[in-house]
């Protein structure tokens, strides 16, 4: 808990003067940790834990739920990079919250069918360009003086490549392991907005 709480007074000390300074409102996002397999928000109710969420982000309340089963310790052990990548992931989506951009993907969505194959593809857009901002925020602190080193950054890529959409059989909505990996790895080496829109990408870059 400690850890987390750390973490995201660190995210919104980052971000605040990057949004003021493009013009934006900033509100800091708020955190949850909860205990159990399901967790339940304004936004939705949702089976958190290994094979499901591993955490969420709600926009209605502007919080991140980090369940204690959606990120396990005896999984993930001290590698806190993991639980920062994570964690720096579900900010990327509060970022798109306050930018409008989260909005303006529903609101297609909607119009196309979340389900549809264009639907789908907004979807991976948004979770893909949460991926490039988690790995700017990880390439931000590393051999900074701090703890993380680049011995963590390849822990936490080599985590995210395991990610994405593992699961054959659900909806495509996330992108495929290797992209979910590059594009975190993009914000990571690159470190630069621009470098994380997705939205202008073809789509082979977000399959």
Known sequence: KIF?????????TAWKPFMTAAGFEFRP??????TGTVVTNPCNTYEVGPGRNPALYCGTDETIYMPLVGMPADKYGDQAVIYLAMLA??????????????GEEYKQAQALGEQSAEGLELSRRLELQAQCLSGMFVGSIVETGGRFTVADYQ???DDNATRGDWDPSAPRDHGSKAHFGGWWDQGYRLNKIGECNTWLSPASDVS
């Not at 987390?4 to 919104?12: A, R």
């Not at 996002?29 to 909860?34: D, E, F, W």
């Not at 992931?89 to 989260?102: D, N, P």
Request: glycine fraction near 6%.
């Open 4 to 12: 987390y709480e750390t973490s995201l007074q660190c995210l919104n």
């Open 155 to 157: 822990i936490a890529l």
């Open 29 to 34: 996002a708020t955190l949850s940790i909860p």
């Open 89 to 102: 992931h579900e900010y990327g989506h509060h970022i798109q919250a306050l930018t409008g951009t989260s």
